[in-house]
């Protein structure tokens, strides 16, 4: 495998917080179905907590399974968070939507960068939902979770796939988007290579990334603390300049910008970045 670059610190790695759970006594647990009628040709997830994963299949209909998990000390409580956080089910303009509602929404109003959270009440009690949908497999995916890992296989539509904590793993997918994470590992796999721009992002995990043979694209890849390495034959393109420095008998690299590079004849811009993780760009049957 070819290495792209390799950025190194002299400092200390930025470290990924999380979130630990209360411990609650109390476990109850409830299905989720739903089958949206034909005609839907997206579907639009706004999980919080817990796990989202899409399948695309032959069918002409999006199904729903899944279940609701809430962890509690207290009757009370349970009967507060069955009223409190609900799973919203809509469909309109060919979007099929599931939607996690609750106290932590800003009146129901999605920011792009804070998910809409605006929670100030002390509540005793955890919801999670873990939600898998089978869609018709050239549907759009519009898909995201804030604590929780997200999965999509076997589609070919247009796809924004978002968590905040968790992993995010595309498998045997076509199409082009947008995939970004803050804390987990990013690995994507694709039956068909992207026709359209394309960018991986994650803050704290690796990213690989698996494309066919006769890839022809644009990549750019920017790490701050690791290396990038590919199969592919690559053509150097214009990047910004980079500094080098001595200190102690070690080396380290800071690059002003991304590192940009051609895989075959070029194309679509393919962009994959984190900060704290390698990047790898793979050959199918490599």
């Given at each position: 495998m070819q290495r792209l670059c390799t950025f190194l610190t002299l400092g200390v790695l930025a470290t990924a917080t999380a979130a630990f759970p209360r411990d609650y006594r109390?476990?109850?647990?409830e299905p989720v179905r739903h089958t949206f009628p034909a005609g839907a040709t997206a579907l639009d997830v706004d999980n919080v907590n817990g796990?989202?994963?899409?399948?695309g299949d032959n069918g002409n209909t999006m199904r729903v399974e899944g279940e609701k998990v809430i962890r509690y000390n207290d009757r009370q409580e349970l009967d507060r968070a069955k009223?409190?956080?609900t799973l919203d089910i809509?469909?309109?303009?060919?979007?099929?939507q599931l939607y996690v509602n609750g106290p932590f929404r800003n009146g129901g109003n999605r920011g792009p960068d804070?998910?809409?959270?605006?929670?100030?009440?002390?509540?005793?009690?955890d919801v999670t939902y873990n939600l898998t949908v089978r869609v018709p497999r050239n549907s759009a995916l519009h898909l995201n979770s804030v604590n929780g890992g997200v999965k999509a296989e076997e589609t070919l539509g247009k796809f924004d796939v978002r968590t905040v904590n968790g992993p995010v793993t595309l498998t045997n997918i076509g199409g082009a988007g947008t995939v970004e994470t803050v804390n987990g590992r990013m690995t994507a796999s694709?039956?068909?290579?992207?026709?359209?721009d394309t960018s991986f992002k994650t803050v704290n995990g690796e990213i690989e990334a698996t494309f066919q043979p006769n890839l022809a694209?644009?990549?750019?890849?920017?790490?701050?603390?690791?290396?990038?390495y590919t199969d592919f034959e690559t053509t150097a393109l214009a990047s910004p300049a980079g500094e080098v420095s001595k200190s102690e008998g070690r080396f380290a690299?800071?690059?002003?910008?991304?590192?940009?590079?051609?895989?075959?004849?070029?194309?679509?811009?393919?962009?994959?970045?984190t900060l704290n993780g390698k990047i790898q760009i793979r050959k199918q049957g490599r």
């Open positions: 109390e476990e109850f647990k796990s989202v994963t899409v399948i009223r409190e956080v809509n469909q309109k303009d060919g979007i099929a804070n998910h809409g959270f605006h929670d100030r009440d002390r509540r005793e009690y694709f039956r068909e290579n992207p026709k359209a694209a644009n990549i750019q890849v920017k790490t701050f603390n690791g290396a990038a690299f800071r690059s002003r910008g991304a590192q940009r590079m051609k895989v075959g004849a070029g194309g679509p811009e393919l962009r994959f970045e």
